[in-house]
């Protein structure tokens, strides 16, 4: 089992920038990827960006050249980096994690607000 630990969420007003933190724990090795979902009131949940072990990252369109999604492996900890945020970034944003082994998962951690107020 993995477990994921986010931090990092709040209220901001709209223009203003966040970073969000999860720390792995357990069962981390080969771990290969590693990203930020989000799901806000009424909504299905949606990929944010995700980064693979090796560095390379993808992103959802919405969130292009605003947020940054990095990796320390050493720590077994993702971030993001939110900036420009807008009022329609306001959700849940969740951690997540794959293996490239058994048991693969997904796995996800509880949970994070972020809320920007316009």
């Known amino acids: 089992q993995v477990q994921l630990v986010e931090s990092g969420g709040g209220l901001v007003q709209a223009g203003g920038s966040l970073r969000l933190s999860c720390a792995a724990s357990?069962?981390?090795?080969?771990?290969?990827?590693m990203g930020w979902y989000r799901q806000a009131p009424g909504k299905q949940r949606e990929l944010v960006a995700e980064?693979?072990?090796?560095?390379?990252?993808n992103y959802a369109d919405s969130v292009v050249d605003r947020f940054t999604i990095s990796r320390d492996n050493a720590k077994n900890t993702v971030y993001l980096q939110m900036n420009s945020l807008k009022p329609e970034d306001t959700a849940v944003y969740y951690c997540?994690?794959?293996?490239?082994?058994?048991?693969?998962?997904?796995?996800w951690g509880q949970g994070t607000q972020v809320t920007v107020s316009s």
């Open positions: 357990g069962s981390i090795f080969n771990i290969n990827v």
């Open positions: 980064i693979t072990s090796s560095g390379s990252a």
């Open positions: 997540n994690a794959r293996r490239s082994s058994f048991p693969r998962g997904p796995y």
